[in-house]
């Protein structure tokens, strides 16, 4: 099996908004530049050594080859399979939701015991692993909206393998 990266960092900008997303929620450290401002998305690639992502073809002008992927289809889900088999990235479970959907920083493990004045009784209750972002302080746990978001990955990392499979045949 060919070399396969996990640590390649992205920067999206807002003409790849969902993928993003997606690329978060699988664990991929991805930056996000709302505003689409072309000179702090070439910024945060070459500050944090970030691959740009984005629809916008003008970075291939402005960037080397190496730090530009050029998505071209329009459905997220397509785009996500595409840059995964095309940049030959590793999906593994192990990452999923492992950063925080707004800031991207990777999430910690708590103690139950530290957050019981932090969330509901109920959930207190009923869950046993919780994980807090180091920079908003949101405190996560295994919920239904998680297992929906795990099971779309995992859904998208089946489709992923067929064609790695199939591209290897
Ligand atoms: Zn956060």
Redesign the pocket.
């Known amino acids: 099996m060919a070399m396969e990266k996990v640590f390649v960092r992205f920067v999206c900008d807002n003409t790849v908004g969902k993928l993003a997303r997606l690329l978060r929620m699988a664990g991929f450290d991805t930056a996000y530049v709302v505003d689409n401002d072309v000179g702090r998305v070439i910024a945060l690639c070459r500050e944090e050594d970030r691959k740009i992502v984005s629809r916008n073809s003008r970075y291939a002008e402005l960037v080397l080859a190496d730090n530009f992927y050029h998505v071209k289809v329009d459905n997220p889900e397509e785009q996500f399979c595409q840059v995964v088999i095309d940049l030959k990235l590793t999906l593994s479970t192990n990452h999923f939701l492992s950063r925080?959907l707004?800031?991207n920083?990777e999430l910690e493990e708590i103690n139950k015991a530290d957050i019981k004045e932090h969330v509901f009784p109920y959930v207190f209750k009923t869950q046993e692993r919780f994980s807090t972002?180091?920079?908003?302080?949101?405190i996560f746990w295994q919920a239904t909206h998680a297992r929906a978001i795990k099971e779309k990955l995992l859904k998208l990392k089946s489709a992923v393998d067929r064609r790695r499979q199939a591209a290897a045949d």
């Not at 972002?133 to 949101?138: I, L, T």
Request: net charge positive.
């Open positions: 925080c707004n800031c920083r972002c180091p920079n908003c302080n949101r």
